[in-house]
């Protein structure tokens, strides 16, 4: 795979906002590469909340309800507690595919 940079932001959506999302929203935060679209979480508060950090960012409650949006995403950082690892897997049946090797701050790219 060759490397392309995109000549805007990377368009990336969070899926799970919850503790872990603290730690890897720091890769995101004053970031110009990269442009937070979308927040997916089923608890509505979590989304409220988590809407102040990027305000112009749309909320879903499931990755079903961001894939079926129409809304352009490049990257998916797929953030979900340990009991719900086996639903990390859902992205790739949207469409959300992982990348080769290990990226800190962007973990899956939509083909």
């Known amino acids: 795979m060759t490397f392309v940079p995109y000549d805007r932001p990377v368009k990336a959506a969070f899926i799970g906002l919850g503790r872990i999302y603290d730690?890897?929203?720091?890769?995101?935060?004053?970031?110009?590469?990269?442009?937070?679209?979308?927040?997916?979480?089923p608890s509505e508060e979590r989304r409220a909340q988590r809407q102040a950090d990027w305000p112009t960012a749309r909320t879903f409650a499931s990755a079903a309800a961001l894939a079926s949006s129409g809304i352009q995403v490049d990257a998916v950082e797929v953030l979900l507690p340990a009991p719900l690892h086996g639903d990390g897997a859902r992205p790739r049946r949207l469409g959300y595919?992982?990348?080769?090797?290990?990226?800190?701050?962007?973990?899956?790219?939509?083909q």
Do not use: K, Q, S
Request: proline content about 9%; charged content about 20%; cysteine-free.
């Open 23 to 41: 730690l890897n929203v720091r890769a995101y935060a004053g970031n110009p590469d990269v442009e937070v679209v979308a927040l997916v979480d």
């Open 97 to 110: 595919h992982p990348r080769d090797g290990h990226v800190p701050a962007i973990r899956l790219l939509h």
